[in-house]
């Protein structure tokens, strides 16, 4: 019987470390390549990231996007060359989500960006001053990181508000 619970919960904690694990700190996310935020800083936040002010989800950048200003690919090495290619014959690049809301909670970038009146650096700090993309996220997603801005901007903190 104390071998079957062993086993259980080492089981259980090996699923929960596994959905867990991007969301802790010093777990990087890889990118088909670098980003230079900062040779793109004179552009708005959402030609790359549909959605960042008007819908709930900030989208990652379409391929297309960066096909219109780029004739051929901005990065010399062969890797990027091939994804560049891809990207021309309509296979899209793919980027990798470096900040994931939880499931159970409700985040809107609209509500934030629209009605609260927040600026992107609010949260993701100031990328546009970075020349290489980040692997992880400038401001933990983490349910204290959430309260103490609600608190600070005197906003609600009732549970109903974000948890589903």
């Not at 969301?23 to 230079?36: A, C, I």
């Not at 010399?76 to 290619?85: H, L």
């Not at 470096?98 to 609209?110: E, G, I, M, Q, T």
């Amino acid at each position: 019987m104390k071998v079957l619970k062993f086993v259980a919960l080492a089981g259980l904690g090996l699923i929960l470390g596994l959905n867990l694990s991007p969301l802790l700190p010093g777990s990087g996310v890889e990118q088909p390549f670098s980003f230079n935020h900062y040779a793109h800083r004179v552009m708005e936040c959402t030609l790359c990231h549909p959605g960042a002010k008007t819908g709930l989800k900030a989208g990652l950048a379409k391929s297309q996007t960066c096909l219109k200003c780029h004739a051929t690919s901005p990065l010399s090495q062969k890797d990027y060359q091939k994804i560049w290619e891809k990207a021309d014959s309509g296979i899209p690049i793919r980027w990798n989500k470096l900040a994931k809301v939880p499931n159970h909670v409700y985040f809107s970038h609209n509500r934030h960006v629209n009605l609260a009146g927040l600026n992107c650096q609010e949260c993701h700090g100031k990328i546009f001053l970075t020349s290489s993309l980040p692997n992880t996220p400038f401001k933990k997603i983490s349910m204290n990181n959430c309260l103490d801005c609600h608190r600070k901007n005197k906003v609600s903190q009732d549970c109903a508000s974000c948890h589903r």
